[in-house]
């Protein structure tokens, strides 16, 4: 996806999640994190679009500590996330293309690593927002789906912190099934007691045998893999135990 689409995506959810958030009230719990409430969600997010803005706004070219949650509730912590969400998507519309700033995972760019990582973090908690609103989920575009998943198996979980882990070498396929490529789009992970290696590839139906393989439209894929849709929700086939795995041990903390 382009930098473009990215920020587009950004922009659109962050609307979304506000909305939701307002739509539930604050004190909300939130189903998808059952440790939150809806302020607990906003004030998260608002930090992490605080502190990606700052990246891109002032070129810092080390680590930089985010700032903490703001101190605010009700009407005033939805305001102070929509300005933030606003900030951090007017920092990224007008960033130069050859940005030099500090990013955590590899990417074409500083600003692609950027755009895209906000976008897909705010699509999830958008999720989150939602499941507390109840009434059904905004769906996800399977092409940003499929970015997303990408993201998310071959970046986030190929840093060392990933938890996904196994005693001996096992192999998890990940089927996307709705693309429009005319195959499915595959993730082949490899998982041992190192961090996971995940290859993509576009293949059609026969692939060679895996330990377990987990199957379904892309969005709804996307959404199992951050754990915001349960596993029923996909079509599992092979040792359930690697799916039960993944589910126990994939979540993304922010420390």
Not at 92 to 97: I, T, V
Not at 123 to 135: K, N
Not at 152 to 177: F, N, Y
Not at 213 to 232: D, F, I, K
Request: charged fraction near 25%; glycine fraction near 8%; proline fraction near 7%.
């Amino acid at each position: 996806m382009r930098i473009t689409e990215h920020i587009a995506a950004l922009a659109a959810e962050g609307h979304l999640l506000a909305d939701a958030a307002d739509e539930a009230g604050s004190a909300a719990p939130v189903p998808t994190c059952p440790d939150w409430r809806v302020r607990d969600l906003l004030g998260h997010t608002a930090m992490a679009h605080a502190w990606a803005a700052a990246f891109v706004r002032e070129g810092h070219t080390s680590y930089v500590p985010d700032g903490g949650e703001p101190e605010l509730d009700g009407p005033e912590l939805s305001a102070h996330f929509r300005e933030g969400h606003r900030l951090l998507v007017e920092a990224l519309e007008n960033a130069p293309q050859d940005l030099a700033c500090w990013s955590f995972l590899p990417a074409p760019s500083p600003l692609a690593f950027w755009a895209r990582r906000q976008a897909h973090e705010t699509t999830i908690h958008r999720v989150d927002a939602e499941s507390a609103r109840g009434g059904g989920l905004s769906p996800v575009a399977p092409a940003f789906a499929l970015d997303g998943i990408d993201e998310l198996l071959r970046g986030m979980h190929a840093r060392p912190k990933s938890r996904v882990r196994t005693g001996s070498p096992r192999t998890l396929r990940v089927r996307a099934t709705d693309t429009d490529t005319g195959a499915d789009t595959v993730w082949t992970v490899r998982l041992s007691d190192e961090p996971p290696v995940a290859v993509r590839e576009e293949t059609p139906a026969g692939t060679d045998a895996v330990d377990c393989e987990l199957s379904a439209p892309a969005g709804t894929l996307y959404l199992a893999l951050w754990n915001r849709l349960p596993l029923s929700d996909l079509t599992v086939t092979g040792d359930e135990e690697l799916a039960r795995l993944w589910r126990d041990r994939s979540s993304i903390t922010w420390s």
